[in-house]
């Protein structure tokens, strides 16, 4: 089977989770890069979001059309649990991280932790008002993962490709470390998933430390409990 291309800027959430759904399938890609919202960009997609995939005369963009396509066109393991039920709980997972997690997570990591080191004013209304979303976001995932080792079961699926980057960069914060240290599920999760080939050596673990090395704040911006 021929590569995957795909089209992104190199630190973009989305594209580390569809390179993790690759990698978990043995899908072999590149990644070309992105001027973000030129002409060309536009074109491939016209909502100026990434990743966009690109196989043989294929292009398709929106992550979770790209993980599916990738799980069907490729051998390896299935990705998507073959009962209507333990499907649904995935690509409701998807759904869940794509309108409410990536939102907040991934923007208060940013707030947390980039804008300071870039020397950039944080947002602190936002910080404050993540709050309470981040605790249910949390509490949520911690109690799914009572029911099996990932997120629809016992098998790692599409749906903990996508929230791996999430968790992953979220837990760098000092609000994210301190509410994994209450989730034990979440951070076995969390270590579980670093711990297998696709993250390994990959390039959201070059970012993850990158991003570990940035000076973190010394104080929690709320209380947890
Ligand atoms: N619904 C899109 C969302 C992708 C997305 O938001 N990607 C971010 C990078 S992680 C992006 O394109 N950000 C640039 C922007 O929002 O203008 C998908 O599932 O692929």
Do not use: C
Not at 44 to 54: A, D, E, R, S
Not at 93 to 107: D, E, G, K, L, T
Not at 181 to 209: E, F, H, I, N
């Amino acid at each position: 089977m021929s590569a995957i291309t795909f089209h992104s800027i190199a630190d973009s959430a989305y594209l580390w989770a569809v390179m993790h759904v690759a990698d978990e399938k043995g899908a072999p890609y590149t990644v070309t890069p992105l001027a973000y919202r030129s002409p060309e960009h536009l074109a491939l997609h016209p909502f100026g979001k990434m990743p966009i995939m690109q196989h043989g005369d294929f292009v398709l963009y929106e992550s979770l059309a790209i993980a599916h396509y990738i799980d069907r066109a490729f051998e390896g393991p299935p990705l998507q649990p073959p009962g209507p039920r333990a499907q649904a709980i995935a690509l409701r997972w998807v759904s869940v991280i794509n309108a409410y997690v990536f939102p907040i997570m991934n923007r208060f990591m940013k707030e947390r932790l980039v804008r300071p080191a870039w020397g950039v004013e944080p947002d602190h209304a936002f910080i404050e008002s993540a709050r309470d979303a981040l605790i249910l976001q949390m509490e949520t995932i911690e109690t799914a993962l009572a029911d099996g080792a990932y997120l629809a079961g016992e098998t790692l699926t599409i749906a903990d490709s996508f929230l791996l980057p999430q968790l992953l960069f979220f837990a760098l914060t000092p609000e994210g470390e301190a509410l994994m240290a209450q989730a034990p599920r979440t951070k076995a999760w969390l270590a579980r998933m670093m711990a297998r080939a696709s993250y390994v050596g990959g390039a959201m673990s070059r970012a993850y430390d990158a991003i570990g090395q940035l000076p973190k704040p010394t104080k929690l911006a709320w209380p947890i409990t």
